[in-house]
Every structure is written in structure tokens, then in C-alpha cells.
Nanobody
């Protein structure tokens, strides 16, 4: 089991930037696929981005591609989501998630991630 703690959320104007962090504690961090999901008011939780433990390959939802960048620092057991050109539609609670042994076709499926953080609020004003 791994514990996840998110930070970095807040209020920002449209066009601005934020960086979210997710610190993990527990078994070897480098073995986990680490992802971000978000849930806007009245909507279901949706995939944002994920990064493999080995190789560091990243994947993005079409809605954030080119604006968000996900990275990981295995020496610090932390992943970072750099969000730029933020839009009001990016307003949501952002959740960090971790999972092991996730096959490619399941990377965007929240059910594939066994560990979740408490979430951090991101609000983008127009």
C-alpha cells in the first residue's frame, strides 16, 4: 500500500499556471504507474495524465495535451503536474493515483489504480 499526498492546488485566472505535486510513501515508488484524475462539480471523475514507473512514458487526455506536463522524480518519490494555459473547464478536484501492473489499455481507467490521494482543488476563474 502506498500513501499519496497532493499539494499545489489553488485559484488562478484563465491563462495562468499551477503546479501540482503528489508525494508518495510506501513500497518502491519507481514500480508504480502514477496518474492524475480530476472531478468537476456534477461530473464523473476523468483521466488527466499518467506516467509509467519504468521508462517514464507519459500519457495525456486530449483535453490537456500540449498544456499539461507530467513528470516524476523517483529520488523524491514525487510526481509533478505542470498546468499551463489553464481554462475555466479545468476547474476540478485533482486526485493523484498509483497502481502497479497496469496494462496499456487500462492506463486511463481509474479502476486500475489501487491507491488514491485526498485530492486538491484547482479553480480557474474567467
Amino acid at each position: 500500500q502506498v500513501q499519496l499526498v497532493e499539494s499545489g492546488g489553488g485559484l488562478v485566472q484563465a491563462g495562468g499556471s499551477l503546479r501540482l505535486s503528489c508525494a508518495a510513501s510506501g513500497p518502491p515508488f519507481s514500480r508504480y504507474t502514477m496518474g492524475w484524475f480530476r472531478q468537476a462539480p456534477g461530473k464523473e471523475r476523468e483521466f488527466v495524465s499518467t506516467v509509467r514507473g519504468t521508462g517514464g512514458h507519459t500519457y495525456y487526455a486530449d483535453s490537456v495535451k500540449g498544456r499539461f506536463t507530467l513528470s516524476r522524480d523517483n529520488s523524491k518519490n514525487t510526481i509533478y503536474l505542470q498546468m499551463s494555459s489553464l481554462e475555466p473547464d479545468d476547474t476540478a478536484v485533482y486526485y493523484c493515483a498509483a497502481g502497479m501492473g497496469i496494462i496499456l489499455s487500462n492506463l486511463r481507467n481509474e479502476a486500475a489504480y489501487a491507491n488514491w490521494g485526498q485530492g486538491t482543488q484547482v479553480t480557474v476563474s474567467s
